[in-house]
């Protein structure tokens, strides 16, 4: 097995010298090649995947979602893509837990060996692609505010801080949602949401999702407590919920969207639902 092991040091709290040594070393064990890179910035990391990859078996990434979201989107105009393994380093990791990662790095190395592999899905937006999320609205920007120095000395702490600020904003948005070329709906909503995981904001509030069917949820809730927030927690039969394949969503407004906790601007987004589009070592 050759691997390609790449660090992204702005996730998170990010990792120790001796960390990444450890890491190595256990690749080195599993595999005939470990090539490793340490980018510093997102410009790097798009230099060292924008060359073919034939020549790797496994892509091993260091990073938190934002990382996970560039590895995919660096990949997505390759035809060949190899297999990913991740080393969670980022807040919250979302996208990673639905795989069976944590932040215990010699758990995720053992997922990897192990060498369970899951084809899943990937939606594309626009011209964007994404792992897990794509949210508008209330609450939505809050993984891109929140200052890089502030998520290493406060992690998790420096997103719920902006989320309770945002609990009491009586901001709306609205626009039309068209889901697999049906007829057009309007909406209106403290925040819209879509989601290819199980996890978003560190909590499991989409329980029954698949990964590798070819389809997506899209929710939103009308005004409510905390923002339509108690109804996704505690009644959720309230949540409005569609399954689609592809949708077409155009705002009153250009907006600011999340994707993956990086931003897109928008006034229309289409989403279409690429399955099993990468392939990613997961527990089984």
Request: charged share 20%; proline share 3%; hydrophobic share 40%.
């Amino acid at each position: 097995m050759k691997t390609l092991f790449i660090y992204n040091p702005s996730s998170g709290k990010g990792l120790r010298p001796r960390q990444i040594d450890y890491i190595n070393h256990e690749l080195s064990m599993m595999s005939s090649v470990v090539e490793y890179h340490y980018c510093e910035d997102l410009h790097q990391l798009y230099e060292v995947l924008k060359k073919p990859l034939y020549a790797y078996d496994v892509l091993v990434f260091a990073g938190g979602d934002g990382t996970f979201h560039h590895v995919v989107n660096a990949l997505s105009s390759h035809e060949y893509r190899p297999v990913l393994g991740i080393i969670p380093c980022g807040t919250l990791n979302d996208a990673s837990k639905n795989f069976g990662y944590t932040r215990n790095i010699s758990h995720s190395l053992k997922i990897i060996s192990k060498g369970f592999v899951e084809e899943v899905d990937v939606f594309k937006v626009n011209n964007r692609y994404g792992i897990f999320s794509l949210s508008v609205g209330t609450f939505s920007d809050i993984p891109y505010k929140v200052k890089a120095i502030k998520k290493k000395h406060f992690q998790v702490l420096s997103y719920y801080g902006l989320a309770l600020k945002s609990l009491r904003a009586k901001n709306r948005i609205q626009g039309e949602i068209s889901l697999n070329n049906q007829k057009p709906f309007c909406f209106f909503a403290p925040f819209l949401l879509v989601l290819n995981s199980r996890y978003m904001g560190g909590f499991k509030i989409n329980q029954k999702a698949r990964l590798d069917d070819g389809l997506a949820d899209l929710m939103y809730t009308s005004n409510g407590w905390f923002n339509g927030l108690f109804r996704f927690f505690f009644r959720p039969k309230k949540v409005n919920k569609f399954t689609f394949n592809q949708a077409n969503i155009t705002m009153d407004k250009m907006s600011s969207w999340d994707i993956d906790g990086e931003e897109l601007i928008a006034k229309k987004v289409d989403i279409k639902i690429l399955k099993n589009h990468i392939k990613i070592m997961a527990k089984n």
